[in-house]
């Protein structure tokens, strides 16, 4: 009978610290069931897209740091509260052995019932949230319910093991103190805590670093490799600071003694320092946690309001149709095929607009774009267009003539700056970057204006709202003198200007022209 003491004894310490056990337990299921979600959403054959199987697995990465942070700063005030209760057995006469053993009991139920109920409910609410996904990118749903075992084992193994560090912590504390010390340990005060400045210092570096890795990187490639390593330094930053950081602070306001000697701060002062050891780490999960919580609502907010906008900026036409190593016979075809089915739905083809190009990945190497079969994620990958001469003037109505190795070259992102490309393995001479044609930038209208040539048409809508009529006239009339003969003034339909100052002729509401 004796046989299951200890059995009995860790499920009846489990229902007296109920209060305690519950929402730790509780914190336990839903660790676990977001792991879960994640993971099996990022190996689901539902999802297609690359970048969001990444941007998924990385987030599974995120979960798992914070789980191990989390559970074990859970654990370590459970501990901590139950040290009083260990002491009284220990005296009464049970030795450590036979207490590892009951908590060993303890941490196989308490994992059991986080992994199991975490896993129920995570199968529950995956299908759930992968509707969702689906929903957000507007993609077809698919109702066929799985269940995804490689998902299931990688989330008991690994919840298994962080559960079982805790408990091997748990042992450790016991070990090192004698039953006195357990007996007291729950009456005991804080210690006033030093001032690790070497953890400061790691913690202003870690946080300093993922904000930079955020802030300057640019490629979308290379966004996905280091938003794991800038998420990573941010929350280990976040630690250090409310560990360490609070008790440097802190200290530091106690050695100015204009400030610490007053009777407001002497008694906030003071009680915070030695409470921040203890609360620090529970205050920078609070702050970790309404992160990614905030995070995840602004990104999936944000991803469901502009997909329409990415639909349209990458997707500019109502239907696209390309046909790959097409001839003559090929396009004879695909446009019988286009008139019948147009006929067929009563639509009316508009806007249309054709061309034959070719197409390859490549990577650039110096001055040489090399194919490539697959993505490389960093910045000096592309995704190359080409076309002939001819095909360019007949879609752009110009009469650009280019001679034997010469090439003009746009780059969506950033101008690309070379004179000389090596394109399967010939060499080709730049003749012009279109985007240079384009200029962005920013000045003042109450300034000289920093244009070098004339224009032909000049918009300027919706900005002379906000100044007055003696302002409105000096604009105008600086815009007139860089107006091409014949070129346009357009304003916005709610403005108007003064034309006595300037001899513009009025076309039609908001246009104007310079004779």
């Known amino acids: 009978m004796n046989n299951f003491i200890y059995e009995k004894l860790a499920v009846t310490n489990l229902k007296n610290n109920r209060k305690t056990y519950i929402p730790y337990i509780f914190t336990g299921v839903l660790t676990v069931m977001m792991f879960y979600i994640i993971d ?40 901590k509260r139950r040290k009083k209760e260990i002491g009284v057995y220990n005296i009464l006469g049970m030795g450590k052995r036979h207490i590892a053993r009951m908590m060993a009991v303890e941490t196989i139920l308490t994992a059991g019932i986080s992994i199991l109920g975490g896993l129920v409910f995570g199968i529950i609410f995956g299908k759930l ?48 103190v004698n039953p006195v010390e357990l007996l007291h340990g729950g009456n005991q005060g804080e210690k006033e805590p030093k001032s690790r400045w070497l953890l400061v210092i ?63 701060h002497f008694t906030s002062v003071s009680g915070m320092i030695y409470r921040m050891k203890q609360n620090g780490a529970g205050l920078a999960n609070i702050c970790v946690l309404s992160t990614m919580v905030l995070v995840m609502v602004s990104t999936t907010v944000s991803l469901y309001a502009g997909m329409e906008d990415i639909l349209d900026s990458r997707f500019p036409r109502d239907v696209s149709i390309v046909c790959k190593q097409a001839d003559v016979d090929h396009e004879e075809i695909i446009e019988r095929l286009l008139k019948e089915q147009c006929e ?11 061309y034959r190009y070719g197409s390859m990945n490549a990577v650039l190497k110096g001055d040489k774009l090399e194919n490539v079969n697959q993505y490389y994620p960093d910045n000096h990958f592309y995704y190359v267009e080409m076309m002939t001469q001819d095909e360019y003037n007949r879609i752009e109505k110009r009469n650009v ?46 300034n000289p204006l920093p244009f070098k040539k004339k224009m032909h048409v000049i918009f300027l809508r919706n900005v002379m709202i906000y100044f007055d009529e003696t302002t409105k006239r000096k604009l105008v009339q600086r815009l007139y003198e860089f107006l091409e003969p014949g070129g346009y003034l357009i304003i916005g339909s709610t403005e108007n200007i003064d034309r006595s100052a300037v001899p513009l002729v009025y076309v039609r509401p908001s246009i104007f022209r310079k004779e």
């Open 40 to 79: 099996a959403l990022s190996r689901g054959k539902g999802i297609t897209q690359d970048t969001l199987k990444i941007c998924l697995q990385y987030a599974t990465g995120v979960i798992v740091v914070f789980a191990v942070i989390f559970l074990f700063y859970t654990n370590s005030f459970l501990i």
């Open 129 to 176: 949230m992968y509707l969702l996904l689906l929903k957000i990118l507007h993609n077809s749903v698919d109702m066929q319910f799985s269940v995804n075992g490689t998902a299931i084992v990688q989330t008991v193994i690994l919840f298994a093991g962080i559960f079982l560090l805790t408990y091997l912590y748990n042992i450790l504390q016991i070990q090192l």
């Open 401 to 446: 003539s280019l001679e034997e190795q010469e090439i003009l070259t746009y780059t969506t992102n950033s101008k690309c700056g070379k004179k000389e490309i090596n394109i399967a393995g010939r060499n080709y001479q730049v003749k012009k970057e279109l985007r240079q044609q384009v200029v962005f930038r920013q000045f003042n209208l109450m």
């Open 202 to 264: 790691i913690g202003v570096a870690a946080l300093g670093n993922g904000y930079r890795i955020a802030l300057t990187t640019e490629a979308p490639l290379e966004v996905l490799l280091k938003f794991f390593i800038a998420v990573i330094c941010v929350i280990i930053g976040t630690y250090a600071l409310f560990i360490a950081g609070s008790i440097v602070v802190l200290k530091m306001l106690r050695k100015n003694k204009a400030y610490y000697y007053n009777p407001k």
């Open 344 to 354: 067929k739905a009563g639509v009316k083809i508009t806007d249309r607009v054709w």
